[in-house]
Every structure is written in C-alpha cells, then in structure tokens.
C-alpha cells in the first residue's frame, strides 16, 4: 500500500497501518502547491533584484564612460595646443644680437 507520503510527496505520513484520506491527500498537495508558489515568488525577487542591480551598475557605467570620454577630449585639446606652440616656437627666428 501506497504511503501518503509515496501519494502526497511530503513529509507527512498516517499512523502505521492506515490509510491516507481523501482530505489528508488533498491537504498534502495544497502544501505542495504552497511550496511551489513560494519558491516561484522567491525566484521571481531574485530575478526583480537582479535587474534593479544591473540597471543601476549599467547607468553608473554609462556616466563614468562619458564622464572618461570628455576627459580625453580635454586632453586630446591640450595636446593640440601645445603641439600647435612648439611647432610656433620653432618657427620663429631667434632675435639678432647686434647691438
């Protein structure tokens, strides 16, 4: 004879010699599906938590990489420029010492 723990798939089982009842297997399956749904709605915060994670980690990202683009583009400018006064200095002629 089948054990309602073998019929209900949980820990809860007659008296030895029993039978389970209709109301007992009714009962473990409504705690197999209680189970169930809370392992869902633990999976589904999990799943919420993720994405609130990764959302703000990309934005962070997203700032930190612009804020890193200017940068460059700042010293790319500075760069320019004192390019642009070395080669000015090069051309100009040195002064005359003639008194």
Not at 5 to 17: D, R
Not at 68 to 95: F, V
């Amino acid at each position: 004879m089948a054990t309602l723990k073998e019929l209900s798939k949980v820990q809860y089982a007659p008296k030895a010699g029993e039978q389970a009842t209709l109301e007992q297997l009714n009962f473990g399956a409504l705690q197999r599906i209680a189970d169930a749904s809370e392992k869902m709605a633990a999976d589904r915060i999990k799943l919420e938590n993720d994405l609130k994670f990764y959302k703000e980690n990309y934005r962070l990202i997203v700032e930190e990489n612009n804020r890193l683009l200017k940068s460059i583009t700042g010293y790319k400018s500075w760069h320019t420029r004192l390019n642009n006064k070395i080669k000015a200095l090069k051309n100009e002629k040195p002064a005359s010492n003639k008194i």
